[in-house]
């Protein structure tokens, strides 16, 4: 039905910067919101940024000022860009869309940050 390919993980030296994408494709009329979420191992699954169709947009305390999520609506594609990037920012990384029918999840993307 639908399908969400994310794309831009990778190892990172600490400081450095990566750029995260994800387009969905297959039956989709309108997407209400996108996101990116991370989870580490034995720990939870934790939002990490969101945008909303009117373009609004919410971020975790631990990456504002340092990533920033945006989309091309005609593209049904939105990015997270990662900037000044720390260890603990090691994590495998979610694609996220809100469709009308439910919530529609990426395999993960893993981004290694070295210290």
């Known amino acids: 039905q639908v399908q969400l390919v994310e794309s831009g993980g990778g190892l990172v030296q600490a400081g450095g910067s990566l750029r995260l994408s994800c387009t969905a494709s297959?039956?989709?009329?309108?997407?209400?919101?996108m996101g990116w979420h991370r989870q580490v191992p034995g720990k939870q699954r934790d939002l990490v940024a969101y945008?909303?169709?009117?373009?609004?947009?919410n971020y975790a305390d631990s990456v504002k000022g340092r990533f920033t999520i945006s989309r091309d609506n005609a593209k049904n594609t939105v990015y997270l860009q990662m900037n000044s990037l720390k260890p603990e920012d090691t994590a495998v990384y979610y694609c996220?869309?809100?469709?009308?029918?439910?919530?529609?999840w990426g395999q993960g993307t893993q981004v290694t940050v070295s210290s």
């Open positions: 996220k869309m809100r469709l009308p029918m439910g919530d529609y």
């Open positions: 945008i909303w169709s009117g373009g609004a947009t």
């Open positions: 297959g039956n989709i009329l309108r997407i209400d919101g």
